[in-house]
């Protein structure tokens, strides 16, 4: 059994696993998303004697973490069909995905599970979310400025922009690709918020769609994308949803967590309508370290390794410095991790104390300290599914 | 066999297929043979390593022609000494 990139001759196995898989109707917009993604390289596919037993998506990623973009590789769309389901095929896929992560030098893998069980026991754990927010429309305030729409030819790199500046605030948000951005282009409502000091730069955008509710003269307003880089961005992304109090029932938007939008209502009228979990495991640990940002004036060192027979665990030392860290081979280990610590660890989902209450760290408290000083920052978030 | 004519070899027996493959593609390929080398450099016996290598040396020929690199040209870096310190063997600290 090997997991091996897809060839053209494989798209048409590939639909049928697709639609047998996630219920997905095979129509064009299918087979042309997955024809692109196969050439690109991203759909890798385990082979057993002549047949395709699987396939997923391995993508080339990176995810924001202390304000610096860390490489991953993102899986998505595993899917085993049911011919071929309880055998340890989709196991076998994963393990062999972290070789190709390793091979390709991406620090973490990150994805969004179907089922915890599965990845977990390969190294997976919880290590983010990504929350969906609901408010009735009249309740929200509008106190702030007006956007305007955002259709000059300037707008849409400038959006993008302005979302970049957001995200690497964030841990855990996607370096959002080209596919994605594709996607949101194609959305036919743009509202923007220029920033008054810097001609060209926007404090604030909204990606907008309009769903009908079924049965009611009422819609649904969706901020698909947003984001605002400063208080007055957030006052004026509120004033534009607040403005549709008299036709939209809800506003629906993904929010951090704890959510900004909470910080701009009057009272408590924000509700979580839906959680994802995201899982990270651990794999290039010193590529991890070195593209990871860490809390700026703090200097420490601790020494390390994890149980992981899937890749190099060290014995390491971390030094964290000037924002920075850095993993090098140091004899002795003061820290022991599981597998599974390493992605809640990295991307701040969980502190060292918390992993090491849970049984899934081990070491001197004066140690873990340190390391809780180290991963600190804010509940890791991702803005995007793929 | 020299590398410009391994590249060469590698051009008449697969470039065609490459071609078609594209970058992205050829790249996976690449990293798919990495993770066999690392395998059987960790856990292989002699005869799985000598395949290896030399299938990733096939998958790296073949990612250079496609990229527009001629490998014996990028060799060149390393043919006069360590290119950071020029030395043989290289002097640079640690
Ligand atoms: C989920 C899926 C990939 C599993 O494939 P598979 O080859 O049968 O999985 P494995 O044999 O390697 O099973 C490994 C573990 O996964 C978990 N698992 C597998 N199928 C599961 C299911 N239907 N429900 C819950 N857990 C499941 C189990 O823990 C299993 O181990 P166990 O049987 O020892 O308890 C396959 O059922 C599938 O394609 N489902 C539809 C699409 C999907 O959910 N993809 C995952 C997207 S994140
Ligand atoms: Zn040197």
């Given at each position: 059994m090997r997991l091996r990139p897809l060839e053209a001759g494989d798209l048409d196995v590939a639909l049928v696993q697709i639609a047998t898989s996630f219920g997905r109707a095979r129509d064009d917009a299918l087979a042309e998303r997955t024809r692109s993604r196969l050439a690109d390289g991203q759909l890798w596919g385990l082979e057993e004697d002549g047949t395709l037993a699987g396939h997923c998506r391995l993508l080339p990623g990176a995810h924001w973490l202390g304000g610096r973009a860390v490489p991953t590789l993102d899986v998505a769309s595993l899917a085993v069909p049911p011919e071929h389901r309880g055998r340890g095929v989709a196991s076998a896929m994963m393990r062999e995905a972290v070789t190709v992560g390793l091979a390709r030098g991406d620090g973490l893998s990150v994805l969004y599970p179907s089922t915890t069980r599965l990845y977990r026991r390969l190294?997976?754990?919880?290590a983010g979310s990504l929350t969906r927010y609901r408010v009735p429309?009249?309740?929200?305030?509008?106190?702030g400025p007006t956007l305007r729409r955002?259709?000059?030819?300037?707008?849409w790199p400038a959006i993008r922009d302005c979302h970049t500046a957001f995200a690497a605030t964030?841990?855990?948000?996607?370096?959002?690709g080209e596919e994605r951005w594709e996607e949101l282009a194609a959305l036919a409502h743009r509202y923007v918020l220029d920033d008054p000091g810097a001609?060209?730069?926007?404090e604030a955008y909204a990606l907008v769609e309009h769903e009908p509710i079924p049965g009611s003269w009422q819609h649904t307003l969706r901020l698909t994308d947003w984001a605002a880089t400063t208080p007055r961005g957030l006052a004026a992304l509120a004033t534009f949803a607040g403005s549709h109090g008299t036709f939209a029932r809800d506003v629906v938007l993904v929010d951090v967590a704890p959510p900004r939008w909470a910080a701009v209502l009057g009272e408590q009228d924000l509700d979580a309508t839906g959680g994802l979990a995201w899982m990270a495991r651990g794999l290039d640990l010193p590529v991890a370290i070195a593209h990871r940002g860490f809390p700026a004036g703090l200097g420490l060192a601790v020494t390390l390794r994890v149980d992981d027979d899937a890749l190099p665990s060290g014995p390491w030392r971390l030094e964290v410095a000037d924002g920075r860290g850095a993993l090098t081979a140091a004899p002795g280990a003061d820290v022991r991790l599981t597998a599974r610590a390493v992605g809640p660890l990295l991307t701040g989902f969980r502190s060292a104390s918390e992993l090491a209450s849970l049984g899934l760290l081990r070491g001197p408290g004066e140690a873990l300290a340190l390391l809780d000083a180290a991963f600190a920052g804010p509940p890791p978030v991702m803005l995007d599914f793929f | 066999m020299d590398l410009a004519a391994f590249q060469a070899q590698m051009r008449h027996l697969y470039g065609e297929r490459d071609a078609e493959r594209g970058l992205a593609r050829t790249f996976a390929w690449f990293t798919e043979e990495c993770g066999e080398l690392s395998r059987a450099v960790f856990r292989g016996d002699d005869d799985d390593r000598l395949t290896e290598f030399g299938d990733v040396l096939a998958w790296l020929a073949s990612l250079a022609d496609q990229a527009g690199v001629d490998l014996a040209e990028a060799a060149r870096r390393y043919a006069e000494g360590c290119p950071r310190c020029a030395a043989a063997p290289c002097a640079c600290r640690r």
């Open positions: 190294g997976w754990e919880h429309a009249r309740v929200v305030p509008t106190p955002g259709e000059e030819p300037t707008d964030l841990s855990g948000a996607a370096v959002r001609p060209g730069r926007l | -």
